[in-house]
Structure formats: C-alpha cells, structure tokens
C-alpha cells in the first residue's frame, strides 16, 4: 500500500447558511437563530453533545454574530475582558473550570445584560458542582442537546465533507457507506477522513470498491479511532453507541 498522505489543512465553510439542519440539531439551531432572545434572568444556552457533534460549528456561528470571547477554561483571578458574550467550551467539574471564577462570570454577564453559550458533553445542570450558588445558576440554564444524526443527515454531512475538498463521490457510494456506518458525527469524520487520505494515497477516485476496503477495516477494528463495526447492513434508524 502507498504511504498515507499527511493530513492536510482543508477550508470547510462554516456560516449559518452551510450548517446542514436534521432532527438532531434542529432544536439547538433554534435557540442560536433566536439570541438575543434567550429567556431567564441569566441568558445562558447549554449546547449538550458527544465530540465532533457541532457544537463548535454552532458556536462559530454564534461567536460571528455576536462577538462573544471564547474561553476554553478559566481561573480563578483570571481576566476576561470587557467583553459582555461569551463562549465557555467543554465546561466540566475539574481544574480547568474554577467555581469561584465561573460563578462571578455568570453573575457579571447577567448584569451587564450579556450571553453565556456553554457546550459541554452533559448538561451543566446535573453536573457535581461544589459550589452551591454556581450549581443554582446552572439549573436554571436552557439546555439543547444535540442527538444522534439519522440517515438522512449523516448523507448529508459526507456529502458536504467530499463537496468542501472539492471530491465527487456518487450517490450509491454514499447509501453503501451510511447503510454500515456508526450513527455519530465522529464517524462521519473519520470514515470520510479515512476515504479522502487512501483516495489521495492510492490515486483512487471514491468508488464503490474504495469504500468497501474502508469499512471493511472499520468493520475489523484497523482504525482505532471508532469502535468496530458490524460488516453487514444496519437497519435504517438504528443506533449504536457514540465512540
């Protein structure tokens, strides 16, 4: 076999009108389009989902429009300018969130009338939080949780994926891969990742016989990032459990 090609750098669009909509991400959607009418005392959104759900995406597209900070953790002490929005990615109990620093965050962002935007991969409401004021604020935070894609948008997304690298790949080739695909958003990555780098490799256009080799080795457990998977056809719908 050819050497793999590095990954490369692609551009991929992410402005509203690219971000492809499913039952899945509907809701959490919604709640983006709707600021700055969030409702509560404390204007916070908890955007809920496994990795490579679109959580990110959302919040880019929330960040464009209104110039929220992205903070991927905070101190206690820390600074955070004199911006009134913004994005807190990955919230968790732990040392990277302190409770004290959260806490004021909150608090200041309320009264100067700003927007929390907190992804986080359970909700922050049900989270073990020591302080106690801090776990009263975050139960009264609206939540969207972004759910499993089904067939339809799974299609979707590799298809956006193959169109924003400029590959043409036919629609049988798609039914054949989503037919036998983990239901996840990490495993339409990495199965069109995995496509794209022996494609570039091998000098193979996105056949048929290309994606039977690549599932065939997700199906064998070769690629580690994703659970191996079943070699024959899932059912239309069906639901297995996000890696």
């Given at each position: ?120 991969r359970t909700p922050v409401s049900r989270m073990s939080w020591t302080l106690a004021d801090l776990a009263s604020r975050f139960r ?12 339809v948008l799974l299609r979707q997304l590799l298809e956006k994926y193959f169109a924003d690298r400029q590959l043409a790949i036919s ?41 039977r080799d690549i599932m065939t080795e997700f199906a064998d457990g070769t690629h580690a990032r994703q659970q191996a998977l079943p ?13």
């Amino acid at each position: 076999m050819a050497q793999l090609p590095l990954d490369l750098q692609f551009i991929s669009a992410a402005d509203r009108d690219d971000f492809i909509i499913g039952e899945s991400n509907r809701l959490a959607t919604s709640w983006i389009d709707r600021w700055p009418d969030w409702p509560g005392q404390y204007r916070i959104l908890n955007l809920v989902g496994p990795a490579a759900s679109g959580k990110s995406h959302l919040a880019g597209i929330w960040r464009a429009r209104s110039g929220a900070a992205y903070l991927s953790s905070l101190a206690r002490g820390a600074e955070t300018g004199d911006g009134q929005d913004f994005v807190l990615d990955d919230v968790a109990v732990g040392d990277s969130w302190d409770e004290e620093a959260l806490f004021h965050l909150v608090n200041r962002t309320a009264h100067d009338g700003g927007s929390l935007l907190v992804l986080s991969r359970t909700p922050v409401s049900r989270m073990s939080w020591t302080l106690a004021d801090l776990a009263s604020r975050f139960r009264a935070v609206t939540v969207a949780t972004l759910e499993p894609p089904d067939d339809v948008l799974l299609r979707q997304l590799l298809e956006k994926y193959f169109a924003d690298r400029q590959l043409a790949i036919s629609l049988p080739v798609l039914d054949y891969m989503v037919s036998r695909m983990e239901r996840s958003f990490l495993a339409v990555q990495t199965i069109a990742a995995a496509m794209d780098r022996r494609s570039l490799a091998e000098r193979r256009n996105l056949t048929l016989p290309l994606a039977r080799d690549i599932m065939t080795e997700f199906a064998d457990g070769t690629h580690a990032r994703q659970q191996a998977l079943p070699t024959g056809s899932q059912p239309t719908g069906s639901k297995m459990e996000d890696s």
